[in-house]
């Protein structure tokens, strides 16, 4: 991870270019993101208001419906990369949205379960591309030495999502009836759906493919954004570490960091969609009653305190130097916490530690992407970052089916977040041990992981 300071160093024309594109750009394409990740979700805030009792669903059958998402995802995610580079980033990211807000509002009219199946793998296979996609498109336009800190403001969409986004779907859940009859749940899905159609439409003509193209960069800020992109390809292209697409898929390392992903993006996706559901079981433990907007803020609680424990722990990161402590110690504390939520004897206190967890898993996401292009390169890095993000992607599909299905059997949450708390364990284990294995490596190992043991 980049621990300089680049700002000190560089000329002013640096600074003023790589400020235009954090204004113009990482906000637009956080949108993107925000709306990307609101509509994959939509589902856990319908089920508990209305969509399982009316099609019928028991836990099992949501946990699949809202997994099977990321089978199509993960099966079209490296051809949807493949024609990205073809057609281009900005038409291509403009192409997925489109579609994926159509087949989001079909969710309005689903009638069954295997219609809901259906729907649900057919968005996955829309939506396929778009993350890693969104992480290109930024990456072509900001030199290496700024990019942390551009992802880390466009990885804070996605727990703002759910800060916006659940009171947002909780108020359109309210709408029962107000168009064309429908209910309130169905309509959320449509409220939802939309603006992916219309922010796909404007990101055609808003953004642009490289910064030669910018209407709103200087003519001197065009020239060093050009010259030090090409200046990175170039040094790309002429290294011999780890270049190669074949050494990705047979690097142990590559494999350990996948396995610790899919820990990451089980608790995660875990907490996204049965979250809603065990906030709605307080009205039975307490004889409270809430309404939908009420249960939509109370969703929101643990994400505000994540997006900000995300901010200052990828901060101290960067100021540190990534350690070994700054990814185990959050996997740890979410591996602890997420059981412990269903014990907490209380709505308050269990929002309390669902929240340490929620902090907890963002805080470790993004230190956890600048570990692969510490020791991968060119078609290495490309292949390696898929290959992670794929195996983490099949956390999506098993998350939820696995928490739904062992609910069904047990009758509770209990052992379902045990086994959350489990996979995390497994993530902060192997997280350590791969830090130690990349110390004791021989001085001869090329470009080892640059992720360093001390606790200082």
Known sequence: MDTSHPRA?????ARRAIRKVAWRLV??????????????????????NGMNDDLALSAAQFGFASGVFFVGYILLEVPSNLALHRFGARRWLARIMVTWGIVALLFTWVQNFEQLVVLRFLLGVAEAGFFPGAIL????????AHRGRILMLFYLAQPLTTVIGAPLAGALIQQHGVFFGLEGWRFMFFGVAIPAIVIGVIAWFYLKDKPADAGWLAADEKEWLTAALAKESAATAASQKHVSARFAFRSGRVWMLSFIYFGFIYGLYALAFFLPTIINGFQEQTGASFDVFQKGLITAIPYVPAAIAMYFWSRDASRRGLRTWHIVVPALVGAVSIPLALFAGSPALTIAVITLTAMAIFAALPNFWTLPTKFLTGAAAAAGV????????????????????????????????????????VSAILMAVLARRTASAPAATPAPVEVEESTR
Do not use: C, K, Q
Not at 137 to 144: N, R, Y
């Open 9 to 13: 160093t560089e000329p002013d024309v």
């Open 27 to 48: 906000p637009f394409v956080a949108l993107m993101f925000f709306i990307n990740y609101l509509d994959r979700t939509a589902i856990g805030f319908a089920a508990p």
């Open 137 to 144: 498109f930024l990456s072509l336009w900001v030199p290496a």
């Open 386 to 425: 898929a290959l992670i993000n794929t195996i983490g992607n099949l956390a999506g599909f098993s998350a939820p089916y696995v928490t739904g299905a062992v609910h069904d059997w047990t009758g509770g949450y209990e052992v379902p977040m045990f086994i959350v708390g489990a996979v995390m364990l």
